[in-house]
C-alpha cells in the first residue's frame, strides 16, 4: 500500500492542519515527518478552535494513529502543553499517538541558543520563531542530539548535563545579554520529560514498514513550507530541516517508490512570517486587505504576517521539486471583493524575462511580472458545492492549473472543516 504526502508549497501557513483533519477520515496513519513547535497547524471545527505544534493533525479523529516521526524535534514542554489541551476537549490521545525513537529532543538551552544567534545577526535575523529548532538540527547533523529513544537509558540525565554545560558555554559566545534561569526551565523540562515518557515510543521506520505490509493507508504531514525547505528554500531565511517531498523519506523511513500521491497545499494569495526575500510582496491597501480579512497572523508567534499577490513562478518551483500530484488551494474566499486580481507569472532578473526561480530572488534583482484576471464579488464562504462558484473564481482556478500543469482537486473556502469544496 503506496503512502500519499502532503505538504506546503509557499513559505508555511498554507492551511495543511485543516486538510489533513478533513483527509483523516480516509487514513489509518498520520505521520508528522519533520520540523517542531516552530509550527502552528490550526483547526476549527463545532466552533472550537485548536491549534497543534507538534502534534499530528489527525488526533481529532477516533480511528486514525498518530505518528511523530523521526525526522521531527520535539520540545516536551510544549508537547506537554499540547497534550494538556487535547484531555481539556477529553481526547483519548494516549492510545493514539505514538513517537518515533529517533526524535530529537529540543532542550532549554537550545531555545536560550536560538535567541542568542538571532540576536547577534542583529539586521540579518532570519525572524526564527524562537522555539530552538536550528540549534537542536544543529546537535542532530553534528552528531551531538539527545533523541526520544535516549529516555530510556539510565544515563541520559548525565548526557543532557554535558550537552546543557556545552550549550552554556556557546550561549557566553555570543554575549547577547539574555537573561535566564536554567534552573527553572530544567525543573520544568524535566517535568514534562516524565509525561512525555508515559507515552508510546517505537521504532517508527519498522512500525511504518509493517502497517505499508498490512494495507495500511499512511498520510505522511509536513510542516512549515517549501520555499522554507533547508536546501531549496529562500537560504539563509529558512529553517532547519528539509519541509518538501524527499524530507519524508528521511523524516519517516518511507522509501521514495512508496510515495504515491503528493498533495500540495497553496493559499489563493501569498503570505510570509519572518524576513527573507518575497517578490510579490504588497505594501499597499491590497495587502493590508488580505492581512485582515486573511487573518494573517502566526498561529505560533501572533506575528502578522506578510501579504502578497500569488506567485506562480515560485508555485510552480515548489510543484516541481515535490512532485505534486493533486493540488488544493486554500483561502479563496479572502480573495472576494478584489476588482482585479494580479498573479506573478515571471520575474525581470537581471534586465532578461524569466519563468523560473533564480538562485537569488533579493528584490534588488527581482521584479514581478503580473497577469491581470477579473476578480469575484460573491462570498464563497457558504457556498458547499463547487457548481455555486462564480465564473471568474473557475477562470482564476482554470489558469491556475493551466501554469501549474497539475490539477485543483480542493478549494477550501473558509477556516471550518466543513467549508471545503472537492472538485
Ligand atoms: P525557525 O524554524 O523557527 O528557526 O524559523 C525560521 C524561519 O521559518 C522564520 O522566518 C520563521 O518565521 C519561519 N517559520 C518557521 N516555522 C514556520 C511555520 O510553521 N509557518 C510559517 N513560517 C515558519
Not at 497543534?52 to 498518530?66: C, E, Q, R, Y
Not at 526524535?103 to 545577526?121: F, M, N, Q, V, Y
Not at 558555554?169 to 523540562?189: G, P, S, V
Not at 495500511?216 to 530541516?241: C, N, R
Request: charged fraction near 25%; glycine fraction near 10%; aromatic fraction near 8%.
Amino acid at each position: 500500500m503506496a503512502v500519499n504526502l502532503l505538504l506546503g508549497l509557499q513559505w508555511g501557513d498554507e492551511g495543511k492542519g485543516k486538510i489533513v483533519d478533513v483527509l483523516t477520515k480516509n487514513y489509518d496513519i498520520i505521520a508528522r515527518f519533520q520540523g517542531g513547535p516552530n509550527a502552528g497547524h490550526t483547526l476549527e471545527f463545532d466552533g472550537i478552535k485548536h491549534v497543534l505544534h507538534t502534534i499530528p493533525s489527525g488526533i481529532f479523529h477516533d480511528k486514525a494513529v498518530n505518528l511523530v516521526g523521526n525526522g521531527v524535534v520535539i520540545d516536551p514542554v510544549i508537547f506537554k502543553k499540547e497534550l494538556d489541551n487535547l484531555a481539556k476537549f477529553n481526547i483519548d490521545y494516549k492510545s493514539k499517538l505514538l513517537i518515533s525513537r529517533k526524535a530529537h529532543l529540543i532542550l532549554p538551552t537550545h531555545r536560550i541558543l536560538d535567541a542568542a544567534s538571532e540576536a547577534s545577526k542583529g539586521k540579518a535575523k532570519i525572524g526564527s520563531t524562537l522555539k530552538g529548532i536550528g540549534p537542536t538540527y544543529m546537535d542532530k547533523t553534528g552528531r551531538n542530539g539527545i533523541r526520544v529513544g535516549d529516555l530510556e537509558l539510565s544515563d541520559w540525565k548525565e548526557r543532557y548535563r554535558n550537552l546543557a554545560n556545552k550549550h552554556e558555554a556557546m550561549i557566553d559566545f555570543y554575549d547577547a545579554k539574555i537573561e535566564y534561569d536554567l534552573q527553572e526551565l530544567e525543573q520544568d523540562f524535566f517535568e514534562a520529560v516524565e509525561t512525555l515518557k508515559s507515552l508510546t515510543f517505537i521504532d517508527s521506520e519498522e512500525y511504518l514498514h509493517k502497517a505499508q505490509k498490512e494495507g495500511k493507508k499512511i498520510l505522511a504531514e509536513g510542516a512549515q513550507g517549501s520555499l522554507l525547505d533547508i536546501d531549496f528554500g529562500t537560504y539563509p531565511f529558512v529553517t532547519s530541516s528539509n519541509t518538501t517531498a524527499a524530507g519524508a523519506c528521511t523524516g519517516l523511513g518511507v522509501a521514495p517508490n512508496k510515495i504515491k500521491e503528493v498533495f500540495g497545499i497553496f493559499k489563493a494569495y501569498t503570505t510570509r512570517v519572518g524576513s527573507g526575500p518575497f517578490p510579490t510582496e504588497l505594501f499597499d491597501e491590497d495587502g493590508e486587505t488580505m492581512g485582515r480579512v486573511g487573518n494573517e497572523f502566526g498561529a505560533t508567534t501572533g506575528r502578522p504576517r506578510r501579504c502578497g499577490w500569488l506567485d506562480l513562478v515560485a508555485l510552480k518551483y515548489a510543484v516541481h521539486v515535490n512532485g505534486v500530484t493533486q493540488l488544493m488551494m486554500m483561502k479563496g474566499d479572502v480573495l472576494s471583493g478584489f476588482n482585479t486580481l494580479k498573479v506573478c507569472t515571471a520575474y525581470k532578473y537581471k534586465g532578461e524575462t524569466i519563468d523560473h526561480l533564480p538562485y537569488n530572488i533579493e528584490p534588488e534583482n527581482v521584479t514581478p511580472i503580473y497577469t491581470e484576471m477579473k476578480g469575484w464579488s460573491e462570498d464563497l464562504t457558504k457556498m458547499s458545492d463547487k457548481s455555486e462558484f462564480p465564473k471568474e473564481l473557475n477562470e482564476y482556478i482554470e489558469f491556475l492549473e493551466k501554469e501549474l500543469e497539475t490539477p485543483i482537486t480542493i478549494v477550501s473556502v473558509g477556516p471550518d472543516r466543513t467549508q471545503t469544496i472537492h472538485r
